[in-house]
Nanobody
C-alpha cells in the first residue's frame, strides 16, 4: 500500500506563507493522481487542489492564485501557500489515487475520490 506523511504545518500570521510537504512511500505508480484536502473546525472538507502525472494542476476557487501544488522525482508532493488568511486555518491532508477510473481531477476533488490519505498537518492562521 501507499503511505503518505505530511509535514510543514505551523502557526502563522495573516499574510504569511507556509510550504507543506508530503512524503510518498510504497512504490506508487508514476501515473498516480495526487492532491491536498483540508478541513477546518465547523467547515466542510474541501479539496484544495490536485496534480496529474502530466504536471497539470487544478485548484479550488478559494485558493486559486495563492496556493501552488508541485512534485518532484523523489516522491515528494508540495503545497506552497501564500497570502494566508484566517479562513485557511485547517488540518491539511495529502491524498493519492491510482487514477485507473477515467474521471477528471476536478470531479475527483469534488467527490474526495482518493484511495490513500495522510494523517494531516495543522495550519493555523491568526
Amino acid at each position: 500500500d501507499v503511505q503518505l506523511v505530511e509535514s510543514g504545518g505551523d502557526s502563522v500570521q495573516a499574510g504569511g506563507s507556509l510550504k507543506l510537504s508530503c512524503r510518498v512511500s510504497g512504490s506508487p505508480d508514476s501515473a498516480y493522481v495526487m492532491g491536498w484536502f483540508r478541513q477546518g473546525p465547523g467547515k466542510e472538507r474541501e479539496g484544495v487542489g490536485g496534480i496529474e502525472g502530466s504536471g497539470s494542476a487544478t485548484y479550488a476557487d478559494s485558493v486559486k492564485g495563492r496556493f501552488t501544488i508541485s512534485k518532484d522525482n523523489d516522491n515528494i508532493l508540495y503545497l506552497q501557500m501564500n497570502s494566508l488568511q484566517p479562513e485557511d486555518t485547517a488540518a491539511y491532508y495529502c491524498v493519492a489515487d491510482p487514477g485507473i477510473v477515467r474521471v477528471g481531477l476536478a470531479t475527483r476533488l469534488r467527490d474526495a475520490a482518493f484511495r490513500y490519505w495522510g494523517q494531516g498537518t495543522q495550519v493555523t492562521v491568526s
